[in-house]
């Protein structure tokens, strides 16, 4: 447990504080053979834009983003405003997620999802440890955009963005 000052860290503080940055979803999938595999992922964000670089940030006890390193590439599907309930789907380690769900194959192979309301194709570059969780940093290589509005995640809910 970290501590500040001698005092142990208030972890359930830092969510709260940390849940007052609302922020997209996105649902981050790649191809295990003839498998698709996929995590639900709100820790992404634009790093880069010469080169194009994301980073994203799986915790070390996801089951799915070791299997998507292994791939070597993914597609980071970023939600549109009605897939709440797909999201929560794939927030739930192991089971098979996609069965029902609606997909194609990007260029790279790994499933984009009915519905998204945009994505980028990325290659793996690299991974830094980062304590409970790994920094990834994806080399975007395609993307595209649908029509539609985002969900929006904000103090462990869900929401819906009003222009
Ligand atoms: C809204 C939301 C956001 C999430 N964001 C992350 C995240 O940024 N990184 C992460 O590792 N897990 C995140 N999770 C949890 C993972 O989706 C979950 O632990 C993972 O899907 C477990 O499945 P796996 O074992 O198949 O990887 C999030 C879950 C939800 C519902």
């Given at each position: 447990m970290a501590e500040v000052t001698g005092t142990p860290f208030d972890s359930a503080r830092f969510r709260e504080v940390l849940g007052h940055f609302a922020t997209g979803v996105t649902i981050v999938t790649a191809m295990e053979g003839d498998e698709p595999v996929g995590f639900t992922c709100q820790a992404f964000s634009s790093l880069s834009?010469?080169?194009p670089l994301v980073a994203l940030a799986p915790g070390?006890?996801?089951?799915?983003w070791p299997r998507i390193a292994a791939a070597g590439s993914f597609c980071v599907n970023i939600l549109s405003e009605d897939q709440e309930a797909l999201s929560r789907d794939f927030a739930v380690?192991?089971?098979?997620?996609?069965?029902g769900v609606g997909w194609h194959p990007a260029a790279n192979g790994a499933p984009v999802l009915d519905g998204a309301l945009a994505w980028v194709e990325c290659e793996f570059e690299l991974a830094h440890d980062a304590g409970d969780h790994e920094l990834v940093i994806g080399r975007v290589r395609e993307m595209g955009v649908s029509r539609g509005r985002p969900l929006v995640y904000y103090r462990g809910g869900f929401g819906r963005f009003e222009p």
């Open positions: 834009l010469d080169p070390k006890n996801s089951t799915s380690s192991g089971g098979d997620k996609f069965t």
